[in-house]
C-alpha cells in the first residue's frame, strides 16, 4: 500500500522560513516524479514545485526564488524549503507522486498525501 506522509507544517510570521517533509513507502511502481501542491481555502489547488527521480526541478512562477524542492532519494522523502513566506502562501500542503514527468499537472499524480497546513501571518 502507497503512503506519502506529510510532515513539518505550521504556523510563522510573513518573511520567515518553514520546511515541510514528505516520506513515502509502499511503492509497488517505479515514481518519476514528486510534486507539492497547495490548497488554500475557497481556491483551487494549485502546484508549487516538482522533482524528478533525475534530479530536474519545477516550480511554480509565484514561489521561484523563494522556495526549495529536494530529495533524498535512498530515504524516499521529498522536502519543500520556504523562506520569505507571505501570508497568501497560507495552505495546506499536499505531497503526491507519479509514475511519469508530471511537473505541476496535478491531474497526472497517482497518489497523494494527507497534507500538512501552513499558516503565514501578516
Known amino acids: 500500500q502507497v503512503q506519502l506522509v506529510e510532515s513539518g507544517g505550521g504556523s510563522v510570521q510573513a518573511g520567515g522560513s518553514l520546511r515541510v517533509s514528505c516520506a513515502a513507502s509502499?511503492?509497488?511502481?517505479?515514481?518519476?516524479?514528486m510534486g507539492w501542491f497547495r490548497q488554500a481555502p475557497g481556491k483551487e489547488r494549485e502546484g508549487v514545485a516538482a522533482i524528478l527521480t533525475g534530479g530536474s526541478i519545477f516550480y511554480a512562477d509565484s514561489v521561484k526564488g523563494r522556495f526549495t524542492i529536494s530529495q533524498d532519494n535512498a530515504k524516499n522523502t521529498v522536502f519543500l524549503q520556504m523562506n520569505s513566506l507571505k501570508p497568501e502562501d497560507t495552505a495546506m500542503y499536499y505531497c503526491?507522486?507519479?509514475?511519469?514527468?508530471?511537473?505541476?499537472?496535478?491531474?497526472?499524480?497517482?497518489?497523494w498525501g494527507q497534507g500538512t497546513q501552513v499558516t503565514v501571518s501578516s
Open positions: 503526491a507522486a507519479s509514475t511519469v514527468v508530471a511537473g505541476l499537472n496535478q491531474y497526472a499524480y497517482n497518489d
Open positions: 509502499g511503492y509497488a511502481y517505479s515514481r518519476r516524479c
